[in-house]
């Protein structure tokens, strides 16, 4: 039979809270919107097994949802279950294939590339690729894959029917990043995710079921956010970056950024020049407060301390309970363990909408050695392909790519938009990155204005009229008679991106859009 794996529930009689019935609890779980259950006992004997699996298949029967049990295949037969969760220590899967009725469904668990591999080649229906999370349900004999280790697993699965489910610790509170961040590169997603706790824990099974329910259904609107991108061209990507600075002028959003403390009054000043009210807080105490009325959240890791490092996973997860912008700028990350593994804890709890670094930044990201890094700055000439880089970055992550540098590379993982502009002395003052991180996400925010999508197909215009902005003022700022040196060049800058008009972008701005399957030696 065909199976929806969306809502994926793992029975864990242990977890249901005192005085209430398991029976119970599993039926508030399929009227809640659970689409497959599968019933684990590993330390409950064979005769109460038996009348557990019973019991939990005609429930499931009557809402028509489809049962496997774990590991026991013993069982599986007995109640006429429609198949069998094994582990990689269990029954060998062509075995199991022989002793179950023909059309039973068999998922294995995996934990990294080689598992899922054998996995196809043995015929599995579906994996369990896990654990995403620490997990309290079962004891874990392997390590952790993270939310980014889904994606190359996924990548296995390209060009096959065998489905995917995430496990380990999935909860309401990081499911929509789990459904973001395992991505492949190639596009395939995960077909749903398995839950234990979440719901076997809670005293209200039917109401967290259709919390998550309705997170997965939501996220089927940005399963391909950038559908625009088939249709983009240097002329009317233009013309949507005009029409968003006007908008960002009626709009004034309010930027919360948490950003490097060198540049923070030159950040704040940027912001304001635009037309965005900034908001300098790195409290994790006001995270919440503040997600709820600024437009945009930048996360700029420049000056990164223990403190204003739960500032920054805070404020990330709630701007992403409220489906808001979060820019990331991950300054120097190649730079120190501590910085390397922040970023790390930072995706693996929240969606970006952006990431914007310069090429030996995200080089360390994606632990390439093509470019190398010492301190914020990068060594060497760049990526040879970068179109390639940037497009690729954004479909592992889920996000826009901004990659700044003499060129600018803008990416959201369909389309490369590169940007021309600017001026050398634009990269001679302190933080020039950091106030493009600052321009990138006061543009997201009023591009983003009342949207539901997590990174909705305005977030790549957002990006490209940020950077736009910033270089176009830089090279007007430049030509300014009393601008001499770095010194004079910043408060011009400023002055230069206050009165920034449509018709100075639109002489001035040096657009290329390269399409979907372009690269970086293509001309278009």
Known sequence: MAIDYSLYLVTGRTQIPEGMDYLYSLEEALTGGVTVVQIREKETETNEFLEIALASKQLCDKFNVPLLINDRIDIALAVGAHGVHLGQ???????????????SIIGISVNSVLEARDAVKRGADYIGVGAVYGTKTK?????????????????????TN????????????????????????????????????????????QTKSKALRQILDSYKLDIRPYAFSDTITAENLLDSAVDLMNA???????VHQITNNVVATQSANITL???????????????????????????????????????MLRSGFECNKLRKPVVLDPVGVGASGFRQ????????????????????????????????????????SGFRDPVTFVRNMARRQRCVIVLTGETDYISDGEVVVALANGDPLLGMITGSGCITGSCIAAYCGAATNGSKALVSPTTLVGAVTGVLALTVAAEVAARRKDVQGRGTF???????????????????????????????????
């Open 162 to 205: 065998v489905k995917a489910v995430a496990i380990g610790g999935i909860k309401e509170s990081n499911l929509l990043r789990v459904l973001h961040g395992s991505t492949s590169v190639l596009g395939r997603t995960l077909d749903g995710v398995a839950v234990v706790s979440d719901i076997m824990a809670s005293e209200d099974p």
């Open 139 to 159: 004891a874990l004999t392997n390590p952790l894959v993270g939310v980014t280790g889904v994606g190359p697993i996924l990548d296995v699965l390209v060009d």
């Open 273 to 311: 020049a635009l037309g965005a009210s900034p908001l300098m807080a790195t409290a994790p105490a006001e995270a919440a407060d503040i997600a709820k009325i600024a437009s945009a959240c930048l996360i700029n890791i420049g000056t990164l301390t223990p403190e204003t490092r739960e500032g």
């Open 248 to 254: 960002l002028l009626e709009q004034n959003p309010l």
């Open 341 to 380: 593994q922040t970023v790390h804890d930072l995706i693996e709890l929240w969606q970006p909408s952006v990431i914007k670094g310069n090429a030996g930044e995200l080089a360390a990201m994606v632990g390439s050695c093509e470019v190398l890094s010492k301190g914020v700055d990068s060594v060497g």
């Open 89 to 103: 220590t269990d029954m060998p899967i062509e075995v199991a294939r022989k002793l179950l009725p023909e059309g």
């Open 490 to 524: 910043l408060p011009a800058l400023i002055d230069k991106l206050s009165l920034l008009r449509e018709e100075t972008v639109r002489n001035a701005a040096k657009i290329k859009v390269y399409g979907p399957k372009a690269s970086f030696d293509d001309e278009e």
